[in-house]
């Protein structure tokens, strides 16, 4: 069994950044792809960007914006966030499953608010 704990979520203004950490209770890279999901309001729950095997992928509307990245001795994944939009108010979840596009999603963190003010 693996605990995905998220930090770092919080009020922004449009533009600002935030960073996003994720904390898997044990190592779980070699076996597994991590990755950021987000849910607004009404909304169904979308992939936001995922990483393993030495690549990352990045929903269209994030690209350039956002980054993921990990550091192994910490068990942590990031999301970096810049330039955010009001649209990018949700809440955040961190995955982690056995497909680069994390179709199969087998452990979820309990998510992060995020929420972006124009």
């Known amino acids: 069994q693996v605990q995905l704990v998220e930090s770092g979520g919080g009020s922004v203004q449009a533009g600002g950044s935030l960073r996003l950490s994720c904390v898997a209770s044990?190592?779980?890279?070699?076996?597994?792809?991590i990755g950021w999901f987000r849910q607004a309001p009404g909304k169904e729950r979308e992939g936001v960007a995922y990483?393993?095997?030495?690549?990352?992928y990045y929903a269209d509307s994030v690209k350039g914006r956002f980054a993921i990245s990990q550091d192994n001795a910490k068990n942590t994944v990031y999301l970096q966030m810049n330039s955010v939009e009001p649209e990018d108010t949700a809440m955040y979840f961190c995955?982690?499953?056995?497909?680069?596009?994390?179709?199969?999603?087998?452990?979820w963190g309990q998510g992060t608010q995020v929420t972006v003010s124009s």
């Open positions: 990483t393993g095997g030495g690549k990352s």
């Open positions: 995955a982690a499953g056995g497909d680069p596009y994390l179709n199969r999603v087998v452990y």
């Open positions: 044990r190592y779980i890279y070699s076996s597994y792809y």
